[in-house]
């Protein structure tokens, strides 16, 4: 018999089929045990020896957790920090589904890194190019015959009726 849980019980649904029963899973030395939303019914227990467990849904972030014991059962547990819990942390059953989750928080991160170099060097080429632009029209103003002002053309009159 299972001693107290190691794990406060996470989110999870349980498969039998077509049938979905949602209610949460306690992780325990040797068996995940889950405990359905509604009190009538008794808690269902997941062997960890033999058991198969895979990153699934959309955004990687459950657990798929079958038993060929259980064939028809799948346990769908919604955070895959449980991996990280002692007894999941070193059972053999699980290394797969957490270098699964490994790998792609590396890819992830390497993703995200390569995203960001690449705004670092769109924003420089950005700078440069601005850069050069304003560097080019002052060039342009500055090859540009000097227009005289009215003003000024006005007092050279003056000054030449003077004389």
């Known amino acids: 018999m299972p001693g107290t849980p190691t794990l406060a019980s996470v989110p999870a649904?349980?498969?039998?089929?077509?049938?979905?029963v949602v209610g949460h899973v306690e992780l325990h030395q040797d068996?995940?045990?889950?405990?359905?939303?509604?009190?009538a019914q008794e808690p269902f227990e997941l062997p960890l020896e033999g058991a198969r467990c895979t990153i699934?849904?959309?955004?990687?972030?459950?657990?798929?957790?079958?038993?060929?014991?259980?064939?028809?059962?799948?346990?769908?547990?919604d955070d895959p920090r449980l991996l990280d819990r002692?007894?999941?942390s070193t059972h053999p059953a699980f290394a797969a589904a957490r270098g699964q989750r490994a790998g792609r928080i590396r890819r992830f991160r390497l993703v995200i890194g390569c995203l960001?170099?690449?705004?670092?060097?769109?924003g420089l080429v950005a700078l440069l190019g601005?850069?050069?632009?304003?560097?080019?029209?002052?060039?342009?103003?500055?090859e540009l015959e000097p227009v005289p002002s009215p003003h000024v053309v006005v007092s050279a009159a003056r000054v030449a009726e003077a004389d």
């Open 86 to 88: 002692p007894p999941l």
């Open 56 to 77: 699934t849904g959309f955004d990687n972030s459950s657990l798929l957790i079958e038993h060929p014991a259980l064939p028809d059962w799948q346990l769908v547990v």
């Open 116 to 122: 960001l170099a690449l705004a670092a060097f769109a």
């Open 31 to 39: 068996v995940l045990r889950f405990r359905a939303s509604r009190e």
């Open 130 to 142: 601005a850069w050069w632009v304003v560097s080019l029209v002052r060039d342009r103003i500055t």
């Open 13 to 20: 649904a349980l498969f039998r089929g077509s049938h979905r």
